[in-house]
């Protein structure tokens, strides 16, 4: 049996929370939900064609893949995702130790100090005070407007915590889910399967059933197409954020991009530049761009007054570059060998090769220039330097 996800889990114990404050009298009575605009209005189950999606992050470690000392010490060093990590543990081993007053003083701080994840996870405990919860409340609220995304999803989520305001919180949820959070998308099939089978909460249950009946039908995938690439996403742009020990080297803040129509240059801080072949689609709604000349999935889309790149899995924001710092990363591309030429070349080395290549055949400049220097070198080894320089040029 496949085992139950974090959010799952998370979803269940903050359902269970809830409907025990609601059995011992805790909070007001769910509110009535016969208002016409929430009757008529849907709750969107799933993203807008065509927009960005996001999975949020869940954190749900307790410490018990390091030790509580290991998140004790980063949790002191300011590291909130520990902090959260250790009320937790607290929690669930007052057995081994865990304090669970303790874990509740911890997520107090973390929500203080505007910590989404430690606000939410508050919210969502049963020993929460009506304190707790309009704290939690405000600073969710701020990371929904700073995020309409992932923030809005864990507002929302925090929401349902309470049965005075678990309506307005599946809605804001299904609002996170249209704009692209996966994770609230998923909250919310989580939280329709759970009504189905047991009408947990009147009013929140009553508002899902409502909504999942009048959601439209699946719309048609979106159409890719060729599309030369906008005004907005051509040009010179330096990676501004995030930045960060785990992201790779074209992610550091500084790293330098180009894109046109045919190309997309990126220079690492400290390295040299490389350079790709860049095919340009779009769908109807020319909001994001893909290069599919690549194999890897490679999207940029404008996010006034950013430009956000996602690749490999991780995203960057970029801005633009002006004036002579744009005159001159342009000009310093134009000076890079060709990329076709480059990439033939290697081609030829590899296949003069005398054991055969087997390897995935480079896409980059300065992949090809090494796989050229690479096979050259073999060949000179095997039939000498004019052999290697005739099968390569």
């Known amino acids: 049996m496949k085992p139950p996800s974090p959010l799952r889990v998370s979803v269940l114990g903050a359902l269970a929370i809830g409907s025990l404050v609601a059995a011992c009298g805790g909070g007001s009575p769910p509110p009535a939900v016969a208002k016409a605009a929430a009757a008529e209005k849907s709750i969107p189950f799933r993203p807008r064609p065509g927009v960005n999606t996001v999975d949020c992050p869940t954190e749900t470690d307790d410490c018990a893949s390091t030790s509580p000392a290991t998140c004790e010490a980063a949790c002191g060093d300011g590291d909130m995702a520990a902090c959260v990590a250790l ?98 998308c998923d909250e919310l099939e989580i939280l329709r399967e759970i009504c189905e089978r047991d009408q947990v909460r009147g009013g929140m249950c009553r508002r899902l059933q409502q909504g999942w009946r009048l959601r439209p039908p699946d719309p048609p995938p979106p159409q890719w197409s060729r599309a030369p690439l906008p005004a907005a996403l051509t040009g010179c742009f330096r990676v501004t954020a995030p930045g960060g020990p785990r992201e790779p080297t074209g992610f550091l803040v500084g790293t330098l991009y180009c894109f046109t129509d045919g190309r997309t240059f990126m220079k690492p801080v400290g390295e040299p530049w490389d350079a790709w072949r860049a095919q340009w689609s779009s769908t109807d709604e020319r909001r994001v761009f893909r290069n599919e000349a690549i194999r890897e999935l490679m999207e940029l889309y404008e996010e006034k007054p950013q430009v956000i790149l996602q690749r490999g899995g991780f995203t960057a924001w970029l801005e633009r570059l002006a004036g002579p710092e744009a005159e001159a990363a342009l000009a310093e591309t134009r000076a890079l060998p060709d990329l076709e030429e480059a990439c033939a070349r290697a081609g030829r080395c590899v296949n003069a090769l005398p054991y055969g290549y087997d390897g995935v055949m480079p896409e980059t400049l300065r992949e090809c220039l090494s796989t050229e220097k690479g096979a050259r070198e073999m060949i000179e080894g095997e039939r000498g330097k004019e052999a290697a320089e005739k099968a390569c040029r």
């Open 87 to 184: 009320a937790e543990w607290h929690a669930r081993h007052p057995k081994d130790g865990g304090e669970p007053a303790r874990g509740m003083e911890l997520l107090r701080m973390t929500c203080e100090k505007g910590f989404a994840w430690g606000c939410l996870t508050l919210a969502w405990k049963k020993e929460a005070t009506a304190g707790d919860r309009v704290m939690s409340e405000a600073r969710l609220r701020t990371a929904c407007e700073r995020d309409a995304m992932c923030g809005c999803w864990m507002y929302g989520s925090g929401l349902t915590g309470d049965p005075r305001t678990e309506v307005r919180g599946v809605e804001t949820i299904g609002e996170a889910c249209e704009r692209g959070a996966l994770t609230a």
